[in-house]
Nanobody
Framework: ETQLVESGGGLVQAGGSLRLSCTASGFTFDNSAIGWARQAPGKVREGVSCISSGDGSTYYTDSVRGRFTISRDTAKNTVYLQMNSLKPEDAAVYYC?????????????????????WGEGTPVTVSS
């Protein structure tokens, strides 16, 4: 059974940083992709960032590019999302999403919809 456990969310002031972690069990990083999606109250869910196996291609949605960095530690089966210069509009529940198709993530886009492997989510609150 695949399980994704997120951690690292919390309350931070605007301009601050947080690092989210997603540890996967029952899921191998080989030939796969892992990403983060978020959903704020009253807003549609959006794909934030992803990283693909193999060449390690990464993707960032425009609003976070240059501020967020995704990385992985395959030995720990963990993916991280370092979030810097946080803005109030970054506040949301952040979900870790695992994909068996590595092509769901490329530097051109992230097909986060459709994966059946989602974590429970970790909330991020950014005060202004």
């Amino acid at each position: 059974e695949t399980q994704l456990v997120e951690s690292g969310g919390g309350l931070v002031q605007a301009g601050g940083s947080l690092r989210l972690s997603c540890t996967a069990s029952g899921f191998t990083f080989d030939n796969s992709a892992i990403g983060w999606a978020r959903q704020a109250p009253g807003k549609v869910r959006e794909g934030v960032s992803c990283i693909s196996s193999g060449d390690g291609s990464t993707y960032y949605t425009d609003s976070v590019r240059g501020r967020f960095t995704i990385s992985r530690d395959t030995a720990k089966n963990t993916v991280y999302l370092q979030m810097n210069s946080l803005k109030p509009e970054d506040a949301a529940v952040y979900y870790c999403v695992a994909h068996t198709n590595p092509e769901d993530c490329s530097r051109f886009g992230y097909k986060y919809v459709g994966s059946r492997y989602w974590g429970e989510g970790t909330p991020v609150t950014v005060s202004s």
